[in-house]
């Protein structure tokens, strides 16, 4: 059987785009969170220990992971695959009274950098806060 290139080229330009196009995910659901400021939220994890002070580095490091944090509702994510944020850890070590949040009124008042969530996956992620309807989605890091 003898293939000739245009059809090749043909046939892998229509496959990538198809594969692009269901690729890509429908973020119509998603909304921004209005975080406290970053000082505020990496004291909470860190209560000022001099060791870990919040130097440029670290606030580059979380702004971009603000970013990347959005929220939905629950019945806006249809077949998605939904863990719940009790299964996700908490960086609790230097503030033990630090706990995990089974419930929470208003979602602005959220604190993603308390929670070991991986950030470099190259999907979305979606994490349910336990006794609510709001469901935490971190973004892929864009390149």
């Known amino acids: ?37 970053i000082a505020e939220l990496y004291y909470e994890v860190n209560q000022g220990y001099k060791e870990y002070p919040l130097n440029d580095e670290r606030m580059s490091i979380y702004e971009n992971r603000l970013k990347r944090t959005k929220y939905c509702f629950l019945e806006d994510l249809a077949e ?43 999907k979305d992620q979606f994490f349910l806060i336990d006794q609510t309807n709001y469901v935490i989605i971190i973004k892929p890091k864009s390149e």
Request: net charge neutral.
């Open 1 to 37: 059987m003898k293939l000739n290139l245009p059809s090749l080229v043909t046939f892998f330009i229509f496959f990538g785009l198809n594969h692009n196009l269901l690729s890509q995910s429908d973020s119509s659901h998603e909304r921004d969170i209005n975080f406290k400021n």
């Open 80 to 122: 998605k695959e939904v863990q719940k944020i009790s299964s996700v850890i908490v960086f609790n070590k230097l503030n033990p009274a630090l706990k995990q949040d089974l419930f929470i009124d208003d979602i602005n008042d959220f604190n993603p950098l308390k929670y070991n969530f991986s950030y470099y996956k190259d």
